[in-house]
C-alpha cells in the first residue's frame, strides 16, 4: 500500500515548500494519547485532507498548530522556520486561520463586528463600518456573500460558516483550518463550500480540511492523511485512493457497507402525530404544525439540519416538553402533555440526544442506571424498598445480552467510554420490550463499531414489531436504515420520501426548505 | 402641587442618585466583560472610609475621591483574582468583599464615628444655566461636580462600549470569551481592566457620599446603595445611557422615603427602593427573553480554555 507519510507526490515536484508543518507531535491527556508523533504537512495551493474516526485526534492536532494546546513534544515549522505557537494571536501573526467544529462567534453581536473583533489595522472609532466594507470586498473575491449588519444569530448554520471563513482571510490566513465544516451543512452547502475551496486554491492558500466521510474527502483533497487512535496511518494522493482502502486504514480492519436489513412490513400506525406546536426554550416556536405516523415494523427517519425543531419535537412526544397545540396518539391513546413516567409505562423508549446530559446519571453505577426506568416497580422494588439481588441479576443478564463493556455493574456510569454509555441506554430502553423507540442521534460521535451494533439493535426492534423513530443528522444513516424519510426545515416537515428511492439531491433540497415533496 | 417642593426634590433626587449612578456605571462594564461583582457595598464603604480619612487629614477632598478610586479599584482586583485567575465563584467572592468591606471600614473608622469633615467638597452653580427658571434651580445649583462628570462619563461610556473597538472586545469577552480567545484577545486582562474600573467607580461613589454628599464618617454609612446599584445594572439593562435615568430615579426614592417620613411610617419608606428593587428584579425574570437577552452570555461563568 503507497501508505508510508511522506511517500507519494501527486502533485508538484517532492522538493514543493510546505506552509507548514508538524513534525512528531505528541500531547496526551489524562488518560489518552490523542497525538502521537504525528507528522502531517501542507503546501501551498493544496487542500489537504485529515480524516479519522471520532475520537482519532484530528482536533486535537490542528488546536495544537492554532496555538490553543501546547504539545508534549515535537516541533512545528512554518515556511522552514521551526517555530513556537503559544496562542491563537501567535498562529494568526503566522497565516494560520481556523473554522472551528463549533464556531466561535458571539451570536448578539453583527457580522461586522465578529470580524472586527481582534483583527489587527481596525479604526478605533466605529470599527464594525470599515471592516464591513473590507468583508464586502473579500466576499466577492472568494463568492462567499454575506450581509455585514445581520446579527450572527440570524444566520443559518451554512451562512455562519461563511463569516468563519472571510473572518480567516481578512487576517491573512494563508493556511485556513476546516474541521468538520460540512457537518452542518445541506449537501448543496457542500458543494458550494468545495467551490469555495478550489478557489482558495487557485489562490496559493493551503486548506486543512477535516472530515470522517470519506466520499467528501475524495471529492475535495488533493491529499489525505488517516489518522487512528492518535497515529498517522498514511498519507496517500486522493487519486490514487478509493473507499474501501481509506476506510480500512481509518478502521483498521474490513468495513461492511451494508447492513442486512429485511424487508418491511408494517402494520398499524404505533405513533400518529397531528398538527403540534411546540416552543423551545427562547420561547419561540420551534415545531410548526408536524403532522406524520409511524408504524410498527418501520423505521421513520427524520433527516435535517440540526436546530429545525428536531430536538423539540423528541422532546414533546417524550412528555418533556410542552405541546402548544395538536394531538399526539400512542398506541391508540391520546398522550398530548402526559407525563414521561406514563409514557414511559405504556411502552416508550428514549435514546435521548444528549446521552451523558439526558442519558445517565453519571455517577449512579452501570446497574442503577439500568433500572432508572422500572425502579419502582417490582421485581425491583418490593413494600417500597430496593431488591438489590434483582437490580444486580436483571443487570448482569443485559451486561451481557447488549455486549456492555465495564469492569462491574457497581462502576460509575461516567467512566464507560461513548459506545458503551450508548449501549447501556439502548439495554434500559429496550429491554422492556418498547412499541415505539424514539432515536435521537443515537450514533453520534461513536465508533465505527459501536455504530453498527447500535444499527444493528435498532433494526432488531423494527424486527420484532416496534414502531422507530430516528432521528439523525447523518443523511447517510437515514438513508440506509428508514423506511420512510421526512426533512424537517425550520419546524415544518417540508416532505416525506420512502427510503428506498431517496434521493440525495432531493432531500438536500428540502433539508433546504427549498422544495415540498409529499410521499 | 407646590413648585418649591418640586424643584427641592428633583434637586436632591440628583445628589443621591450620583453614587448610585457611578457605581452602576463599574458594574455595568464588570458584568458587560462577564463578571458579576456582588461586593459593590464593600467596595463603596471602602471608598467612603478612603475618602473620608484622607479628605480629613490632608484637608483637600479631590485627593479624597482619589484614595476612595484607589482602594476601590484595588479591593476589585482582589475579586478579579479570586473569579479570573482562580476562577472562583463569583457570587461567594462578591459577597465576601461586600462584608469584608464593611467589617474592614467599620474597624478602622472607630475613631473618626460621627465626625464632620473639616473640608467637603463644595457645591457648584453653573454659570448661566443656573439662571433658568425651574430648571436651572432643580439642575444647575447646588450640586456637586460628581453629578455632572457622572453623566459625562455615561456618555462616554456608553460611546466606548457601542461605538469602539475596545467595546467590540469587552461586549466580546463578556459574551463568549472562547471567541475572544481564539482571536487572540487577552480574556483575563479584559476582564481584570474592566473589574477594575467597576470597582474604581463604586469606590468613587461611595467616596462622594462621606466627602461630599453627608461630609462625615458614620459605619455603615452606604446603607444598601451596593445592593441597589446591582438591581440597577439589570434594570438599565447593560446599558450606561440608561443607568443616568435609573440612578435618579432611584436618587427620587431614596429622597422621597426622606420627605414622606411626616405621613408614612418611616420603617415602611425605608424599604421603598429596596422593595422597587426586588420588584424590577422580579419583573426582569417575568419579563422572559426581552430583558433576558441583553444579560452578557457568560455573565457568571469563570473561563477556562479548552474546556468542552
Ligand atoms: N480537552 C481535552 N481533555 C481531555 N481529553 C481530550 C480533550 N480533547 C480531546 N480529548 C481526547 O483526545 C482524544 C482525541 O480527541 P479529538 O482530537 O477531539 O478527536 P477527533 O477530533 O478526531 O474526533 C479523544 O479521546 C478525546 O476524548
Ligand atoms: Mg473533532
Known sequence: MRAAAGSGHPDGPPESPHLIRLEEVTKSFPGVTANDRVTFEVRPGEVHALLGENGAGKTTLVNILYGLYRPDSGSIVVRGRRVAIRSPREAIALGVGMVHQHFKLVLPHTVAENAALGLPGTPFWAPARDVGRRLCALAERYGLPVDPDRRVWELSAGEQQRVEILKALLRGAQVLILDEPTSVLTPQETGELFKVLSRMREEGHGVIFISHKLTEVLEVADRITVMRRGRVVGTVAAAEANKPMLARMMVGREVVFRLTKAACTPGEAALSVEGIHVRNDRGLPAVRGATFHVCRGEIFGIAGIAGNGQRELVEALTGLRRIEQGKVRILGNEVTNRSPRFLADIGVAHVPEERIRMGIVPGLSVEENLILKRHHRPPFCRAGLLHLASVRRFAQGVIEEYGIVTSSPNTPAKLLSGGNIQKLILARELSGQPALVLAAHPTYGLDVGATEQIRDLLLRQRAGGAAVLLVSEDLEEVMELADRIAVMFRGEITGVVAGGEADREEIGLMMAGEERVRG | ?308
Open chain 2, 1 to 308: 402641587m407646590d413648585l418649591g417642593w418640586l424643584v427641592s426634590t428633583v434637586s436632591r433626587a440628583l445628589a443621591f442618585g450620583v453614587p448610585l449612578l457611578w457605581g452602576t456605571l463599574g458594574e455595568i462594564y464588570a458584568e458587560r466583560s462577564g463578571v458579576v461583582n456582588l461586593g459593590v457595598e464593600g467596595m463603596m464603604i471602602l471608598g467612603a472610609y478612603a475618602g473620608f480619612a484622607v479628605a480629613q487629614t490632608v484637608g483637600v477632598p479631590a485627593l479624597g475621591l482619589l484614595a476612595a478610586a484607589v482602594v476601590g479599584a484595588a479591593a476589585a482586583l482582589w475579586h478579579a483574582f479570586l473569579t479570573v485567575t482562580l476562577r472562583a465563584n463569583q457570587y461567594v467572592s462578591g459577597l465576601a468583599l461586600t462584608l469584608f468591606g464593611l467589617g474592614l471600614a467599620g474597624l478602622l473608622g472607630r475613631g473618626w464615628e460621627g465626625k464632620p469633615l473639616r473640608v467637603p467638597l463644595g457645591a457648584i452653580t453653573v454659570p448661566g444655566l443656573a439662571e433658568i427658571p425651574v430648571l436651572g434651580p432643580m439642575l444647575f445649583v447646588d450640586q456637586t461636580i460628581l453629578t455632572y462628570l457622572g453623566v459625562l462619563l455615561a456618555v462616554i461610556l456608553w460611546v466606548v462600549l457601542f461605538r469602539t473597538r475596545w467595546g467590540v472586545v469587552i461586549r466580546s469577552v463578556g459574551e463568549s470569551p472562547a471567541t475572544a480567545d481564539s482571536l487572540g484577545i487577552n480574556v483575563t486582562l479584559v476582564r481584570y481592566l474592566c473589574v477594575a474600573l467597576g470597582g474604581l467607580l463604586a469606590g468613587v461613589g461611595g467616596g462622594y457620599l462621606s466627602v461630599a454628599y453627608r461630609p462625615s464618617w458614620t459605619e455603615g454609612m452606604t446603607a444598601g446603595m451596593g445592593w441597589i446599584v446591582i438591581a440597577l445594572t439589570i434594570f438599565a439593562s447593560w446599558d450606561p445611557l440608561r443607568a443616568i435615568w435609573g440612578a435618579f430615579f432611584f436618587g427620587a426614592l431614596y429622597h422621597l422615603s426622606f420627605r414622606l417620613q411626616a405621613y408614612v411610617s418611616p420603617e415602611l419608606l425605608k424599604l421603598m427602593p429596596y422593595a422597587f428593587a426586588i420588584l424590577v428584579l422580579a419583573v426582569s425574570g417575568f419579563g422572559g427573553a426581552r430583558w433576558r437577552r441583553r444579560a452578557p452570555g457568560s455573565l457568571g461563568i469563570p473561563y477556562v480554555r479548552g474546556e468542552r
